[in-house]
């Protein structure tokens, strides 16, 4: 045992030494765990049994390694790659993207301006996902830029990955088209003050919380008819680039079976794909639909800000029957078609400023209006749920919202029945085996969901 004490020293001493001329960081990673062998060989050796009780036989084994100083010299030449994410903001320069990522380097930052490829990290709308490696001292060795697709019809099927590189001549950059991931993820929540919080608490995706809504909207009223002690359960599917989720606008992943308990009543829901068709809706476990032929609203979780009433109007300061809904949002959130149908107008129309109007089956209309940009032209088909502008302030508007109607044959009717008194979808008789099918092999997994919000609860 002495001996081995001894030998210990002997390296301590030798690697005490080396860092004095090479003072890193791993170089005291590595004497502590020489210091540690040497004290650990003294402190376990009083615990071992008496040798003389215990049969022996002597194995004899060469190990070849490096010597101690080679093996420090090799980790002096070790360089560390310290790993920082982080997302992109509008108002980025290559300087202050480096600096928030924990990097100093002036030909990183100036590669970021020179290069083509590198400009459209800073170029356009925040958001996009930069993974960034550089040394201890800051020096940037790569650095991977995952964004949406410029083509709006790919951005729930592919992202773009630019990859900046260092090597001895410099910088170098790539761009590529790479497929996005699917993965499935569990869910649950207890309902205390609002559904977004409720989300928001257990990391659920707020494009995947408005699916929820908009799934249990016929028999939820949201806005008014929650309560506390209320609780959901869902399996969803996100979408990831390189691992990372991502929720980019198009690229959101769907709910694919969901419980909701509203004041002691449960209402579940599955998506159900028809194979020979590819088309697919939300269903009850008892095969009732779960998707009406409108949805409750034309912006996803929005607040209402003025109803179907009487008003006290705030540009004409008279009180008026105000003949639509008014959603209060921010400029530019995006405005679904709240059902299938065909665009009858699409551009300015007095205090309506940019409006829109769809054309339903049985001579139903829908209006949006208020929009700071229209995303369709009259004659087109859309379906529920497409996106067809943005919410603004055009037109007779005192601040950005959205101004919706309902008419039936020309006569407005009251926004919120909409859902509630629409038509629901109903499941083809020739699909009910294999939709069954798919429902048992959901519910184990909804069952754990619901376990993970239990569990939380009893934490608390």
Same mark, same amino acid.
């Given at each position: 045992m002495d001996k081995w004490i001894l030998e210990g020293k002997k390296a301590l001493a030798r690697a005490e030494a080396f860092a004095g001329k090479h003072p890193?960081?791993?170089?005291?990673?590595?004497?502590?765990?020489?210091?540690?062998?040497?004290?650990?060989?003294?402190?376990?050796?009083?615990?071992a049994p008496d040798a003389r009780n215990i049969p022996q036989r002597v194995v004899t084994q060469d190990v070849a390694h490096d010597a101690l100083d080679t093996q420090l010299s090799a980790l002096a030449d070790f360089h560390v790659g310290l790993v920082r994410n982080g997302q992109t903001r509008a108002n980025d320069t290559a300087d202050s993207l480096l600096r928030r990522l924990g990097a100093f380097d002036a030909q990183a930052a100036k590669f970021l301006r020179s290069d083509a490829l590198a400009r459209t990290v800073l170029q356009g709308h925040g958001g996009k996902l930069v993974?960034?490696?550089?040394?201890?001292?800051?020096?940037?060795?790569?650095m991977v830029v995952r964004y949406p697709s410029d083509d709006p019809t790919q951005q729930s099927k592919q992202f773009q990955r630019l990859?900046?590189?260092?090597?001895?001549a410099g910088f170098g950059a790539k761009l590529e088209q790479v497929p996005l991931q699917t993965e499935i993820r569990l869910g649950s929540g207890l309902i205390r003050s609002s559904l977004f919080a409720a989300t928001d608490e257990a990391r659920i995706p707020d494009a995947v919380a408005s699916q929820l809504a908009d799934i249990f909207s016929a028999d939820i009223d949201f806005h008014h008819e929650l309560r506390a002690g209320d609780r959901f359960s869902l399996v969803y599917q996100t979408l990831t680039a390189d691992g990372e989720p991502v929720s980019w606008d198009g690229a959101n992943g769907r709910i694919v079976?969901?419980?909701?308990?509203?004041k002691g009543r449960s209402h579940s829901a599955v998506w159900y794909q028809d194979e020979h068709t590819g088309k697919g809706d939300y269903f009850g476990f008892d095969g009732s639909s779960r998707r009406t032929a409108f949805l409750a609203s034309p912006v996803p979780f929005s607040r209402v800000t003025s109803s179907f009433s009487m008003r006290f109007h705030p540009i004409l300061q008279q009180w008026k029957r105000h003949l639509g809904t008014d959603f209060g949002a921010p400029m530019g959130t995006p405005v679904r078609t709240v059902g299938d149908g065909v665009v009858d107008f699409a551009g300015q129309q007095n205090g309506y400023g940019n409006v829109i109007f769809v054309r339903h089956a049985g001579d139903r209309l829908t209006v949006y209006a208020h929009l700071s940009?229209?995303?369709? *032209?009259?004659?087109?088909?859309?379906?529920?749920?497409? *996106?067809?502008g943005n919410v603004g302030m055009t037109g007779w508007a005192t601040g950005p919202h959205l101004h919706f109607e309902f008419r039936v044959h020309g006569v407005h009717q009251d926004p919120t029945t909409?859902? *509630?008194?629409?038509?629901?979808? *109903?499941?083809?008789?020739?699909?009910?085996?294999?939709?069954e099918q798919t429902v048992a092999a959901l519910r184990p997994e909804l069952d754990q969901a619901s376990r993970l919000d239990a569990a939380s609860i009893s934490a608390e």
């Open positions: 890193r960081a791993l170089t005291g990673t590595v004497l502590g765990a020489l210091g540690l062998f040497a004290v650990t060989a003294f402190g376990i050796a009083p615990l993974e960034l490696t550089a040394d201890a001292d800051g020096t940037v060795q790569s990859s900046i590189t260092r090597s001895a079976a969901a419980e909701f308990v509203n940009r229209i995303l369709v *032209k009259k004659g087109q088909h859309v379906d529920q749920g497409d *996106k067809i909409l859902a *509630k008194a629409a038509e629901t979808i *109903k499941l083809p008789a020739t699909a009910r085996a294999r939709f």
